[in-house]
């Protein structure tokens, strides 16, 4: 079965040719991220006018690509939820459009459970169950995925997603959006112990970003007061350390306590190199398996919503022409 999938939830338009789930066809992404650098972040309605105008070329593109007309499609799949409500309202429209003039199978894809997806598309033979942290740039969850559309949230943050966090301090180190990924470079070249940061206290499985990323603006803020240079080197890996050591307790906890020996990263944040090599480690250490996907597939893309879909599809998710995009949604 061969999906044509759509992904408009942020700031990424993006689409893909999937067959049965598990191979790439095809894949085109078209990145708005030059033009939100300069505001130091996505605005929403730049967004949103970006996907109307690159989706029908992208759609175009990803045929092309895939050597295939509609007749060589069975399903169209679209990211219908969570995001911001304006880009979402593109592809799920533009997706509405081609089902109806085609008469193929619409089929909805909840955003995060197609990060989880992409990592089907690189490790074929990892099936559910298994426990999946998934962070990206506005959700951290741990999640026990119990099969491929079941799925149930036993932590997440009471306050900012990890990737918040990371985007919010590298902008107060003066790096550009998305700061995530030049944070973690960054942490490359610094000590990990030059600074303390305070350890978030929550009950269970849930965890909290706010105090840190207050610990790491004020910090900034009072050197810069000061006079006083910090090494941004040295402050991203002290940062980056605090933020994973969170992460990486919980998850491994929760692993522990429910006897999952499958563990698997998601979202945008998984590309972090500190929390791939965390997630190997304590991993190796006790005989679990582990998986991430490979960095291109970390950050939003269509292939991991055609992924998903294929899932979505064989469980009898079929939206009718009344699919509406919405800007919160549980994955449960
Ligand atoms: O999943 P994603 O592409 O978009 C959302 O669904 O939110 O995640 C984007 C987030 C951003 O906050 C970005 O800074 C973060 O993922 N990110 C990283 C890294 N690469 C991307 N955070 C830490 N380390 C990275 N290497
Ligand atoms: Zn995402």
Known sequence: MKILSIESSCDETAAAVIENGRKII????????????????????????????????VIKETLAQADLDFNGIDAIAVTYAPGLIGALLVGVNFAKGLSMSTGLPLIPVHHLRS????????????????????????????????????????????DDAAGETFDKAARTMGMSYPGGIYLDKA????????????????????????????????????????????????????FRKAVVDSLMDNFVKAAENLGYTKLVLAGGVSANSLLRERVA??????????FYPPLSLCGDNGAMVGS?????????????????ARATMSIE
């Open 308 to 324: 998903q879909a294929y899932y979505e599809y064989l469980s009898g998710n079929i939206a009718g022409t009344d699919l509406n």
């Open 281 to 290: 480690e304590e991993c190796e250490k006790r005989g679990w398996e582990y």
């Open 115 to 158: 990060h989880i997806a992409a990592n089907y598309l690189a490790h074929q033979d990892l099936k559910p169950p298994f426990l999946c942290l998934v962070v990206s740039g506005g959700h951290s969850h741990i999640v026990e995925v119990t099969d491929y559309t079941k799925m149930k949230v036993i932590g997440k943050t009471r």
């Open 26 to 57: 095809s894949s085109v992404v078209a990145t708005q991220v030059e033009e939100h650098k300069l505001y130091g972040g996505v605005v929403p309605e730049i967004a949103s006018r970006r996907h109307c105008e690159a989706i029908n070329g």
């Open 187 to 238: 942490a490359q070249n610094g000590d990990e112990n030059a600074f303390k940061f305070p350890k978030p206290k929550v009950d269970g499985y849930d965890l909290s970003f706010s105090g840190l990323k207050t610990a790491v603006i004020n910090m900034i803020h009072n050197a810069d007061q000061k006079g006083i240079k910090l090494d941004v080197n040295d402050v991203s890996a002290s």
